[in-house]
């Protein structure tokens, strides 16, 4: 379903905080240095072995203390050094450094004030949708919606989509329809269906309704 912005032209004044310049939406990249991910792994298979820095340290030969600052990623270890670890370990240097290659990830962070409210078959029936994050990428993995809709509607939008949807009230009572059935929804309760069965709100028990709706979409 094609959706629109209605999302308000926002201007930075000069002088604000970091926080104010960053503009309607954050988008970063991060990665977890090596000496970190390296000391993860070999905190994780210590504890795995059931072994005590003193054994470990003892067994690589190095102090208890450097062990320590090593597992937090507080001190680089040389690769004589790693590698009398892995071998106190039972462990080889390559299964190490397989364990700690990572991939660059993402993080978005969207002001609350920022939040885009867009136009979806609801909105004319006086329903309010605003999406939570923006996926630029050339193919949509998910769409998250934060929804709200009042008792004065008198007629209720009907949807059907690929992938899988996932509801969760946070105020009000409505009935949602999915395919034949019916289902009453409270606040903290959560729904999961198939998009691509009709699906949609039948009618509201309260004043006004909000809840979350997540469609996550197929590989």
Not at 15 to 40: F, H, M, T, Y
Request: hydrophobic letters at 35%; a positive charge; aromatic letters at 8%.
């Amino acid at each position: 379903m094609a959706m629109k912005a209605k999302g308000p032209s926002r201007t930075r004044a000069s002088g604000k905080s970091a926080e104010d310049q960053q503009g309607p939406s954050e988008q970063s990249a991060a990665r977890v240095p090596l000496e970190k991910r390296i000391g993860v792994v070999l905190r994780n298979r210590r504890a795995a072995a059931k072994l005590t820095l003193a054994e470990v340290s003892t067994g690589a030969g190095i102090s208890s203390a450097m062990l320590s600052r090593i597992e937090n990623g507080a001190a680089t270890a040389s690769l004589d050094s790693l590698e009398r670890v892995c071998e106190a370990l039972g462990i080889g240097m390559a299964d190490l450094f397989q364990e700690t290659d990572q991939q660059n990830g993402m993080a978005q962070l969207i002001k609350r004030s920022d939040q885009m409210e867009v136009v979806r078959v609801g909105t004319k029936h006086g329903h309010t949708y605003k999406l939570l994050s923006y996926d630029r990428g050339p193919r949509k993995i998910f769409e998250p919606f934060f929804i709200e809709m009042d008792k004065k509607s008198q007629s209720w939008p009907r949807f059907s989509h690929p992938g899988t949807e996932f509801i969760y009230m946070l105020q009000g009572r409505m009935e949602y329809r999915f395919g034949d059935h019916t289902y009453v929804l409270e606040p903290g309760d959560a729904f999961t269906f198939s998009g691509n069965v009709v699906h949609g709100p039948e009618r509201i028990f309260d004043e006004r309704a909000k809840f979350l709706s997540i469609i996550i979409y197929n590989e």
